[in-house]
Nanobody, 119 residues
Framework: QVQLMESGGGLVQTGGSLKLSCVASGSGFSMLGMGWYRQNPGKQRELVAMIFTGGTTNYGDSAKGRFTISRDNARNTVYLQMNSLKPEDTAVYYC?????????????WGQGSQVTVSS
């Protein structure tokens, strides 16, 4: 099966920066898009950013102007540079991949990486 490995989360002060990484491993698939969603207890999971083959991006409103998503297509790796972090950015960040295998579309999720922003 396809595996998503996330890294880069941690604790940071307000105004600081973090960079998240996610790599998809496996074979027999074509990657269509990769990105990040986040979720706090009691809240809905929300879009942070997605990037697709060719470079098209989609940012959630809270991420615009502060976060930047990028992708290494050859390595099936996605990065999220997070700047000017706020306490409200505290959440578990989940990597998401959209794939095609044998003509069928699939979605995969990572285990999540905790990001905590202190006041």
């Amino acid at each position: 099966q396809v595996q998503l490995m996330e890294s880069g989360g941690g604790l940071v002060q307000t105004g600081g920066s973090l960079k998240l990484s996610c790599v998809a491993s496996g074979s027999g698939f074509s990657m269509l898009g990769m990105g990040w969603y986040r979720q706090n207890p009691g809240k809905q999971r929300e879009l942070v950013a997605m990037i697709f083959t060719g470079g098209t991006t989609n940012y959630g409103d809270s991420a615009k102007g502060r976060f930047t998503i990028s992708r290494d297509n050859a390595r099936n790796t996605v990065y999220l540079q997070m700047n000017s972090l706020k306490p409200e950015d505290t959440a578990v960040y989940y990597c998401k991949a959209q794939l095609r295998m044998s003509g069928t579309f699939y979605e995969y999720w990572g285990q999540g990486s905790q990001v905590t922003v202190s006041s």
